[in-house]
């Protein structure tokens, strides 16, 4: 679905507002890029009938952050009260914003894990998918 591609690039283009010192990957990281790195990508997609053809996918991201080896966890704490904040809220290229359901980070292996789940409302009609924002009421 091209959706997922436009709201992955409206994130990772979020984060290099939010962020523009550090270097924001899509997908793994390489061994030299670790240090003071973000990384972003889909975790998980889920879709279930609503209704009908109506439709809940709930769309599931990460943000892993590699820290400097000098950073202190003050420094840490920082970049993930920012994507609390930053995060809460995505637009993608084409006018649909989308608000997350659920957010939170955690640290392990010297590095920070943020998750963020966005949820969309589509129809499916005829094999089509159509969102509840191209609908017209009559």
């Known amino acids: 679905m091209k959706m997922y591609s436009q709201i992955v690039d409206s994130v990772i283009e979020k984060l290099k507002v939010i962020f523009p010192e550090k270097s924001i990957v899509s997908g793994p990281i390489k061994e030299e890029e670790k240090e003071s790195c973000l990384a972003a990508g889909i975790s998980q997609v889920s879709e279930k009938c609503v209704n009908g053809n109506r439709y809940c996918c709930s769309i ?39 608000g ?23 129809l499916k009609n005829k094999g089509e998918d159509m969102s509840m924002e191209d609908m017209k009421l009559k």
């Open 60 to 98: 599931g991201l990460f943000v892993n952050y590699h820290p400097d080896t000098e950073e202190s966890y003050q420094d840490q704490y920082h970049v993930l009260e920012l994507l609390m904040e930053h995060l809460e809220f995505v637009s993608t290229e084409n006018g649909v914003s989308l």
């Open 100 to 122: 997350s359901v659920s957010r939170n980070g955690k640290f392990e292996n010297e590095k920070m894990i943020f998750e963020v789940e966005y949820q969309m409302f589509f």
